[in-house]
């Protein structure tokens, strides 16, 4: 009879409908809520609850009318959500507590005194025609927003106490004063759980009362507190209730909130920051404060798009990244994780610098340089947030860091300034490429992996690692390889732009050996294993087209993959996907696979490269808040695993395939529209406007009006950039004019060009 289960068996009791959903085994849906780059974050949850940072007691509003009925907003209510804007991370939950009011939570960060605070107002409002009376509470509970399939549950209280004064309160929990209210309550009280949740706090907030003591132990960890309102709202009344939690930058591990031991709270003067008049008022001053900045920090990337809410999504994912960061390291999300993985954080940061954050991008890469590019060249794949390498499962047995370390170096270089800028990186780049060389001599030996059969599938490769997030002992995975052949491909650029011939050469040469031994392996290991779809590894010939998709992109290792094997995994896979729309259909699977969308891109078939982003789009939870689990279930509520929310590589993905449909950078070329669907164009069209590429900016407006389309360049592209036009609808035109001149030499995939254009109109 462990704590938790003693308040699941309180949750089951008669005031079951006011407990989080969570104790009855359902699933619940989170954000972020902070700062960018801060140590601490909270998070906020589809029901209006929050968890300040990770660990913390979740603060849960309870309302009761003035004839007895309490509610809170759990699995069963209708709740609706929304971001400020549609994209900024100021997020909302409203629901109706009883007819005629509306409660409506909002919350907010923002930096005081060099710290994040979290605002939280639950605004009741009066929206009927007969006045409402009745009491809102807000419940400290023993109970992380986090359940324990998520590896949270309990957040031990073993001390509480409410603080009065100064026209409001605050409550401390083990000795840390967790929130401060800007306005005094009317009830307020905390109690311990007693032998058997005899004094368990929600029978005072169904009763509309609060308990007598202020101060409450409980060895359990199961105390709990309540503040109380009376409330009076006339039609069209509304009353706001605003809360502040100072979280400082002193990270919180697991074995203190175990220990129910905690750094003290900065100090925070609650009258000063909200005043001592209306703190609502103050809170949307404060609200609009923070929407400029986030407008300022994302609004200079101009991209509009016929269905407005993948703009939305694009700018939230940007946002999110910056919350989840801790400092300059790049996480994925805000609860399961206090490491950076260069795995992620390259990716999140090119997508940064497309959204016009080029400093925050290099200062990752910076402090990933400094910290984790070993003098042996051994790029190790986690850094801790405090810069030390991560010494936990797959500790420097991930090689697909030295790809994707290389890849940031250059991606940072081409879409910031040129190769000059980095040219810092200079020995750290040469000695991962050392590193990558080394990696794929040791298949080399003789003998290696003799005893096997086919060992020739395992000559020439990278040595077994567990990149792969589905081997979880070192396999000869080809998605390690790929990564290397980006690293061969971007190292020798690098070199190429420092004057450093001979090193360009050597990695050009090496690019070529790894290519030829990779393709060799992957059709070694097709005829030892039998099949005709490309497999993921040497060792077993697995399948895992998701694992695949990188080769197309962001590798460009497309040419060693048998051409008609890519096909047949490609349809399988898509055969699979589209299962999922079946009635009743009971699926499992992670958004990841939205680089799927690029991997279509690339094989020329935008109509199923729109069809799985809109698969994977449609599984945001909750749709207004644009992010996606780390792993969707055909059961929403199914209580299980999901991983972090908002999860910043996934984040990372949707981006990389918005942008990828939208423009590609060839070695050769700039393509544009190699996966724009026809929606994209029809209507008022698509535009983007100062979108950085390895060609320079590029500003485009595309509209399909009839048989008509035209296409629109401004200004910022290099005046000797070669581009490849692709047509939406893979239809030959009529006829194509670029600038006024006819131009000839088209076809229905698209047309040719030396250098960039004014207009050019294509006619069907």
């Known amino acids: 009879m462990t704590p938790m289960k003693r308040y699941q068996l309180a949750a089951a009791g008669p005031e079951a409908a006011l407990f989080p959903s969570s104790l009855q085994m359902k699933q619940v849906y989170w954000t ?16 209006g609850n929050l968890e300040a940072f990770k660990g913390a007691p979740l603060v849960q509003p309870v309302w009761r009318d003035a004839g007895g009925k309490a509610a809170a907003a759990t699995v069963d209510t209708p709740i609706r959500h929304a971001l400020r804007e549609g994209w900024m991370p100021m997020p909302q939950a409203q629901w109706t507590a009883q007819p005629g009011l509306e409660l409506t939570s909002q919350a907010i960060a923002l930096e005081h005194d060099g710290a994040p605070v979290v605002l939280v107002r639950h605004r009741l ?3 009927g025609t007969t006045a409402v009376d009745g009491t809102l509470s807000l419940l400290t509970r023993p109970l992380q927003v986090s359940p324990p399939w998520q590896n949270g549950g309990l957040s031990p209280i073993r001390d509480i106490a409410v603080e009065t004064g100064r026209g409001g309160a605050g409550v401390r929990v083990n000795g840390r004063l967790l929130f401060q209210s800007a306005s005094a309550p009317d009830l307020h009280g905390v109690a311990a759980f007693g032998a058997h949740g005899e004094n368990e706090i929600t029978r005072f907030a169904a009763a509309g009362t609060a308990p007598q003591a202020q101060q409450a132990s409980d060895p359990q960890g199961l105390a709990a507190g309540l503040l109380g309102w009376r409330v009076h709202l006339a039609p069209g009344a509304q009353r706001d209730i605003v809360l502040a939690f100072a979280l400082g930058d002193e990270v919180i591990d697991a074995k203190a909130v175990e220990a129910a031991h905690w750094p003290a709270a900065p100090a925070l003067d609650v009258q000063a920051l909200l005043g001592n008049g209306d703190a609502g ?9 923070q929407a400029a900045q986030w407008q300022q920090r994302l609004g200079r990337i101009g991209l509009s798009l016929p269905d407005p809410s993948l703009v939305d999504m ?6 999110y990244m910056l919350l989840n960061q801790s400092g300059p390291a790049m996480q994925p999300g805000p609860r399961n994780y206090n490491r950076s993985f260069i795995r992620d954080g390259s990716a999140t940061a090119a997508v940064l610098l497309r959204m016009g954050m080029a400093d925050t991008a290099r200062d990752y890469l910076h402090w990933y340089s400094t910290h984790a590019v070993h003098d042996n060249g051994l790029v190790s794949p986690i850094l801790n947030d405090d810069g030390s390498v991560n010494t936990g499962f797959g500790s420097d047995l991930e090689y697909d860091a030295q790809g994707q370390y290389l890849w940031l170096v250059a991606e940072v270089a081409r879409l910031d300034g040129g190769a000059q800028t980095v040219r810092e990186y200079q020995p750290q780049v040469k000695r991962a490429l050392k590193f990558l060389q080394q990696l794929r001599e040791r298949t080399l030996v003789p003998g290696y992996q003799a005893d096997r059969p086919a060992p020739e599938r395992f000559a020439g490769i990278l040595a077994p ?4 997030e589905g081997y979880s002992v070192p396999t000869h995975s080809y998605w390690d390889d790929y990564w290397a052949l980006r690293g061969w491909h971007d190292g020798a650029w690098l070199a190429e732009q420092w004057g450093d011939t001979a090193t360009a050469q050597w990695a050009r040469a090496q690019y070529t050996l790894l290519r030829d031994a990779l393709a060799a392996s992957i059709r070694a290991t097709m005829r030892w294993k039998g099949i005709d779809t490309i497999p993921a590894d040497a060792d077993q010939g697995g399948s895992d087209p998701t694992s695949v998709s990188i080769a197309l992109d962001p590798t460009g290792a ?15 896979y898509l055969a699979q996907v589209r299962q999922r729309d079946a009635p009743d259909a009971l699926y499992a699977y992670t958004p990841y696979e939205m680089r799927n969308v690029l991997t279509f891109v690339h094989l020329d078939r935008p109509a199923d490269a729109q069809f799985m982003l809109e698969h994977v789009v449609r599984d945001r939870r909750p749709t207004a808040w644009q992010e996606l689990a780390e792993v969707v279930y055909s059961d929403k509520r199914h209580a299980i695993y999901l991983g972090d929310m908002p999860h910043t590589w996934i984040g990372a993905e949707y981006a990389r395939s918005v942008f990828g449909m939208l423009m590609f950078e060839g070695d050769r070329a700039l393509s544009l529209l190699p996966g724009t669907p026809p929606s994209w164009v029809a209507g008022p069209g698509l535009k983007v406007d100062g979108l950085p590429t390895a060609y320079g900016t590029l500003a485009m407006q595309a509209r399909q009006e009839g048989q008509r389309l035209t296409i629109t360049l401004g200004k910022g592209l290099r005046a000797d950039s070669a581009l490849k036009v692709y047509w939406p609808n893979r239809q030959r035109p009529r006829s194509v004019t670029v600038d006024g001149r006819a131009v000839r030499d088209f076809d229905a995939q698209g047309v040719a060009l030396t250098r960039p254009f004014s207009t050019l109109v294509a006619q069907w």
């Open 558 to 572: 497309q040419d060693v993959l048998p051409a008609d094997a890519l096909e047949r995994t490609l349809d399988a």
């Open 125 to 127: 409002r009066n929206t």
């Open 32 to 47: 972020v809520v902070g700062v960018p780059a801060g140590r601490q974050k909270a998070v906020f949850d589809e029901y």
């Open 314 to 319: 694009l700018r939230a994912q940007a946002a």
């Open 465 to 468: 690692s567990i990149s792969h």
């Open 281 to 289: 008022a103050r809170f949307d001053a404060l609200a609009d404060a």
